[in-house]
């Protein structure tokens, strides 16, 4: 009676899971940003030619690619949102692995809208407006904190971001491939050996190339923006290459704060609970000569991840400050919050409203960033 009873209840579940699981675990569209600007979004494929593709080594005419996506201002307002989750059918797997829950409980994710407009034309009031950078965090992918991008364009800034490939969850290029996720502590298992006990040399012959590769990405991203803005063609031609600002989130906040210690194009970065063990300790005692923002939950496993951040801020010559916010959790600088209020149920978020935790963030952004880049 029992296993009827189960087989019965699994077989309404499966036959109407696409009515039922939208009750049973609800998404939500993104908040609608506060600024004057509609937000238009394209997306691009480029090609590094000048560097080889480091995490496949073994295929020495594999160069780097990037799937790129800008958001900008628009006078649009009528047109389709964009999806958050683009390329559905390739992503949902890779996503669910991630979450460790079967599709069927997750397809719907593929519905949440943004508040983008794909191919949307420029606004034609906007001008020499600032520009900001993104980086992702490990397992992320570059549209993971839409809510604060989208933000940022409406009030009147130039967003670029890039999914770095084999860090993100997974990377969907125009010709149908993929560069799937070779960043987690498993696949560094992997390839030392089963039941081989990783060390520090482990540790850091992985992550040093690895952030090296993110952070030559950010400067790729920077040098193609600078080749397009002399084409002077939309939407390239409102970009103020003087005025650049960067964000990140978890290893994307090392990656920013990286980038702003090696390129001085960068005039203020912003770390979203980034994870600083991966910095290497000379750029930790350089410390940095731009403004400095880091916002983070109270504690991290290791004792190192502040201690790091607390070193770089004594040492940096710019402003800098560390900004701790109570009852949060890694993801809640991420859009994960945003989405659903089960992320607090199932410990994914933590205490902070989410409402609360958009308005402290997307303040802190927008002020710090007009303060010290518009």
Sequence with gaps: MKNKFLLLISSILFSGCSVIMPKLIPFKNLPVPNGEYSIGTQIFNWTDSARDEWFTEDDVDDKRKLVVQIWYPTNE?????????????????????????PVFMIRHIQDIRTNSILNAPLHPDVENIPVIVFSHGLGGMRAQNTAHIEELVSQGYFVIAADHPFDANVTIFDDGTVADYRSGITFLQAKRGKGVKLTEKDFWDFRLPQIKTRTADIQYLLDELEVRSRADKSPWEVMDLDRIGIFGHSYGGATSVMASHIDSRIDACISLDGWNVPIPQHVIDDGLNVPLLYIGRPEWDTTLNYEKLD???????????KLILDGTKHFDYSDTPYFSPLAKKFGISGKLPAKEILSILNGQIISFFDEYVK
């Excluded at 949102?81 to 829950?101: A, I, V």
């Excluded at 070193?311 to 400050?321: K, P």
């Design 311 to 321: 070193t770089l801020i004594a040492r940096s010559t710019s402003d800098a400050e």
């Design 77 to 101: 307002v009528n047109s389709e949102r964009y999806p958050y989750m683009d390329n559905p059918d390739k992503r949902l797997g890779p996503l669910s692995q991630q979450l460790e829950l």
